[in-house]
Nanobody, 127 residues
Framework: QVQLVESGGGLVQAGDSLRLSCAAS????????MGWFRQAPGKEREFVAA????????YYTDSVKGRFTISRDNAKNTVYLQMNSLKPEDTAVYYC????????????????????WGQGTQVTVSS
């Protein structure tokens, strides 16, 4: 059973930066596509970014392109989300997600493609 624990959230001002971390345990981290999703109050959970396990190709939703960077450190079983130039509309609970090991996922932005989820970390950006 894979367990994911997010950290790094907090309250910041618009224009600031934060780095979220997601530590994985209990599975083969290096062979899993990893994703970050977020959910704002009253809204559905949405895709933010993903990184494939073999090619380490990265994907982003349009609203964060150029501001957020996803990366992974397989030696530490950790995936990161560096968030720069934060905006109030980035306020949400951010969730880390892991796909099944060795799975080839075409649509990395789809929630149902991920089998394991963290508990989330709150990011609040004030204007």
């Amino acid at each position: 059973q894979v367990q994911l624990v997010e950290s790094g959230g907090g309250l910041v001002q618009a224009g600031d930066s934060l780095r979220l971390s997601c530590a994985a345990s209990g599975g083969t981290f290096s062979r899993r596509t990893m994703g970050w999703f977020r959910q704002a109050p009253g809204k559905e959970r949405e895709f933010v970014a993903a990184i494939r396990w073999r090619s380490e190709t990265t994907y982003y939703t349009d609203s964060v392109k150029g501001r957020f960077t996803i990366s992974r450190d397989n030696a530490k079983n950790t995936v990161y989300l560096q968030m720069n130039s934060l905006k109030p509309e980035d306020t949400a609970v951010y969730y880390c997600a892991a796909a099944k090991a060795l799975a080839v996922i075409v649509d990395v932005n789809t929630l149902s493609k991920y089998d394991y989820w963290g508990q989330g970390t709150q990011v609040t950006v004030s204007s």
